[in-house]
């Protein structure tokens, strides 16, 4: 489709703005990049994982949004090798086990 | 086929029986709560440490010692070393030559690193129980403290009841400062023999030396919930309530303070 | 035939005195003891003496966090199987123990490396002691001396050592930290004890979370999501679950009935 190419800008230009805000990665709950390179990943490790301390005044929505990122990380971690990975990849859980917690609990309430 | 059962029920029976009547002899007064603390001492080439509990029982509670201080109700089960006093730890606790007790210092416990001099300061602990010169003499302590008929020959509880003996329940840098807490109430425990009566638990006489501490969970981890089995051999093998009665507090063989439920369920 | 014998073994079995866990009075740990750890996994394997780790040193410079889910060791024995290559890649213990870090101006000494010498095997024992008469750089007795007192585990009144500000732990370490938001504040609140006449215990978010933050308990070792939903009593936390994990062997000990059982309640002298 000849228009797609403007569709995906479009898109990008959207994510953009709604993300504008607040123009520190750490700060937004939208995956600032679509594509994950393999430097990428670490970035967006920092990113999902530094709500941990504040997820209790997330919503249910943003919540949901940080345990599918934290997903996703799970593929790009679990191809690493060695220490890292194992370390990484019990960070990585204890961060999602942490979200999908605090979604539970709102869930319920 | 006849035969191997007749075997089978022999070894059953000798083997019960091993456990039953091992034929312990009963110690006089004196020596009775009496350990001898020798695991460490022997490979130092040191005698073993005599140790009374008759003495240490009338200044302080059961829950100082054994709560507060950690030892181990058990002998060698502490791993008191003269490293471990010198740094003011089990006997050091008290025993380190300041602290006072009744007005007169406390006669220290081991140097570190020891040195061959110190030879008959040590011998005031590592006698090997041989007659030394004891500043506390058991005859003369309790000829005034009411009687009873087993154990030390000493009614411990009336002794306390009327203000003969005074045991103190914290150190002053070690307990801190906290609310005590309630007692729970007295209960009664089944006994297993139809032909004994039911045993009168009471907490508030051993909250009263033990607090809450010493027995839980330890020796007896339950709550209402989980509720324990034990049987009068594990008792008399020294276990549960056959930690303290039988070698400290009052013997086994007084089997009507315990057992004294008029009501049998 | 066979029930016969299997009837006796029962019998035998009751008979015997066995090695109870109940019914007995161990010692308790001296305060420089409390919160040893021995890490065993691969040391003895390959050749060195188990590993000992306190607990005291570790946790006045640290918060919990920090090394238990930034650096992300195990809170048992053994759970994180930490290997002389996690060392020397930089993780667990490697993270500062490399011969770079500097903690509070002084470098970390190195942990695990490839090759060694005698002369390095004074560097390993550092570690590597158990049954080794090794001299600690730190001595419990003189790094403890001001802090203030409180009676069983370490001795230490760790929480108003900071609040005095003579210990201040580090919560983050820059390039293995996440950097976080500051903290949205718990609440307190109150836990009936099961048995009536022992108080109610005072839990304190705010104090748990200064040092753990939110994931070290959460969903781990607390799972229920509601207040109660998960059930549980004083016989799984002395056996190490729930609170246990943390206070049975390296925060202040179970031992303390009124640390927690703060909240007094109408006591009636019993009949």
Redesign the interface.
């Known amino acids: 489709m000849k228009a797609w190419p403007v569709v995906q800008a479009a898109t990008l230009l959207l994510a953009f703005l709604a993300a504008s805000a607040a123009p520190d990665p750490r700060e937004s709950i939208l995956p600032f990049s679509i594509s994950m390179a393999q430097e990428d990943w670490e970035k967006e490790f920092q990113a999902v994982c530094s709500r941990t301390d504040d997820a209790m005044i997330l919503t249910v929505q943003e919540l949901r949004i940080l345990v599918q990122r934290c997903d996703e990380l799970k593929t790009s971690i679990d191809r690493l090798e060695g220490s890292r990975r194992k370390v990484l990849l019990k960070r990585l859980q204890m961060c999602r086990d942490l979200y999908a917690f605090t979604l539970d609990t709102k869930e319920r309430d | 086929m006849g035969i191997v059962r007749f075997l089978a029920s022999f070894l059953l029976l000798a083997l019960l029986l091993e456990g039953a009547a091992s034929g312990r002899a009963i110690p006089p007064p004196e020596d009775y709560g009496m350990v001898m603390i020798g695991k460490l001492s022997a490979q130092t080439r040191m005698p073993p440490v005599r140790f009374d509990h008759w003495l240490h029982r009338a200044f302080y509670t059961c829950r100082v010692c054994h709560v507060e201080i950690g030892f181990a109700m058990e002998a060698g089960g502490t791993g008191i070393t003269d490293e471990t006093n010198a740094k003011g730890f089990h006997c050091g606790t008290c025993h380190d030559g300041r602290k006072l007790h009744e007005e007169k210092t406390i006669f220290p416990s081991c140097p570190y690193p020891s040195s061959p001099r110190e030879g008959d300061e040590c011998a005031k602990c590592h006698s090997r129980g041989n007659d030394n010169e004891r500043a506390y003499k058991y005859a003369t302590f309790t000829v005034s403290l009411p009687k009873q008929r087993l154990g030390n020959l000493v009614d411990w509880e009336e002794a306390e009841a009327r203000g003969l003996v005074r045991p103190v329940d914290g150190l002053p840098d070690l307990s801190g400062h906290r609310p005590s807490l309630a007692p729970q109430a007295d209960f009664s425990i089944s006994s297993r023999g139809f032909w004994m009566p039911d045993i009168i638990f009471s907490h508030r006489k051993h909250a009263r030396w033990n607090g809450c501490e010493v027995c839980h969970p330890e020796i007896f981890p339950a709550s209402r919930e989980d509720s324990m089995k034990y049987s009068m051999l594990q008792i008399s093998e020294g276990e549960y309530c056959g930690l303290c009665h039988n070698r400290v507090a009052f013997p086994l063989n007084d089997c009507a303070k315990c057992h004294s439920n008029q009501v049998h369920r | 035939?066979a029930r016969?014998?299997v009837v006796?073994a029962l019998?035998?079995a009751v008979?015997?005195?066995a090695e109870?866990q109940?019914?007995?009075?161990?010692?308790?740990?001296?305060?420089y003891e409390y919160g040893r750890v021995i890490l065993n996994n691969y040391s003895e394997k390959a050749g060195f003496a188990p590993v000992v780790f306190e607990h005291w040193l570790h946790r006045s410079k640290f918060t919990c966090r920090l090394c238990h889910?930034?650096?992300?060791f195990a809170m048992k024995a053994g759970g994180t199987s930490v290997?002389a290559?996690?060392n020397m890649?930089?993780?667990?213990c490697g993270t500062c123990h490399n011969g770079k870090t500097s903690i509070g101006g002084e470098k970390v000494f190195a942990s695990c490396s490839k090759k060694y010498s005698s002369d390095d095997m004074t560097r390993c024992n550092r570690c590597h002691s158990l049954g080794k008469n090794v001299k600690p750089q730190y001595d419990f007795?003189a790094f403890t001396q001001r802090f203030p007192?409180?009676?069983f585990g370490n001795g230490v009144d760790w929480e108003k050592a900071e609040n005095d500000g003579l210990i201040k732990p580090l919560d983050f370490l820059e390039g293995v930290s996440?950097?976080?938001?500051?903290?949205?504040v718990?609440k307190d609140f109150a836990l009936d004890a099961?048995?009536e006449?022992?108080?109610a215990i005072i839990f304190s978010h705010r104090k748990h979370t200064v040092w753990n933050?939110?994931?070290?308990c959460?969903?781990?070792i607390f799972?229920g999501?509601?207040k109660g939903a998960t059930k549980y009593?004083?016989?799984e936390i002395?056996d190490g679950k729930y609170c246990g994990v943390c206070h049975r062997t390296v925060a202040f000990p179970?031992?303390d009935?009124?640390r927690c059982?703060t909240r007094?309640?109408e006591?009636h002298k019993?009949a």
């Open positions: 035939m016969f014998f006796v019998i035998v008979a015997v005195t109870a109940t019914g007995v009075k161990k010692r308790r740990p001296l305060p889910v930034d650096i992300a290997s290559s996690d890649s930089g993780y667990y007795a007192k409180e009676r996440v950097s976080r938001k500051p903290l949205a718990q099961k048995l006449s022992m108080p933050g939110c994931e070290l959460h969903p781990e799972t999501v509601k009593s004083m016989v002395f179970l031992i009935c009124q059982h007094p309640v006591w019993p």
